[in-house]
Nanobody
Framework: QVQLVESGGGLVQAGGSLRVSCAAS????????VGWFRQAPGKEREFVAA????????FYAGSTKGRFTISRDNAKNTVYLQMNSLKPEDTAVYYC???????????????????WGQGTQVTVSS
């Protein structure tokens, strides 16, 4: 089992920045791919970014590429999502997810992830 806990959400003005964190405990976290997803009210949960266990491969949704940066510190069992140039449409609950068998073809699919955190709210005001 892997337990994931997100933190760092909050209220920020458009154009501002925020960093959310995903702390893991339980099984060896270093072998897992970690993804960030978000869900806005009335919308489906969508892929935001993902990072391989090594930290050398990262993947982004088109809407976040260039503004968001995913990174990980395996020594701290933590994955970060740095969000810059935030827009009101980035408002959502942000979830991190982890799985040991994610491939490049599946990392954007939420159903492929076995472990999820409880989410952290990010609100961007205009």
């Amino acid at each position: 089992q892997v337990q994931l806990v997100e933190s760092g959400g909050g209220l920020v003005q458009a154009g501002g920045s925020l960093r959310v964190s995903c702390a893991a405990s339980g099984r060896t976290f270093t072998s897992y791919t970690v993804g960030w997803f978000r869900q806005a009210p009335g919308k489906e949960r969508e892929f935001v970014a993902a990072i391989r266990w090594s930290g050398t491969s990262t993947f982004y949704a088109g809407s976040t590429k260039g503004r968001f940066t995913i990174s990980r510190d395996n020594a701290k069992n933590t994955v970060y999502l740095q969000m810059n140039s935030l827009k009101p449409e980035d408002t959502a609950v942000y979830y991190c997810a982890a799985d040991s068998s994610i491939t490049t073809a599946t990392m954007r699919k939420m159903d492929e992830y076995d472990y999820w955190g409880q989410g952290t709210q990010v609100t961007v005001s205009s």
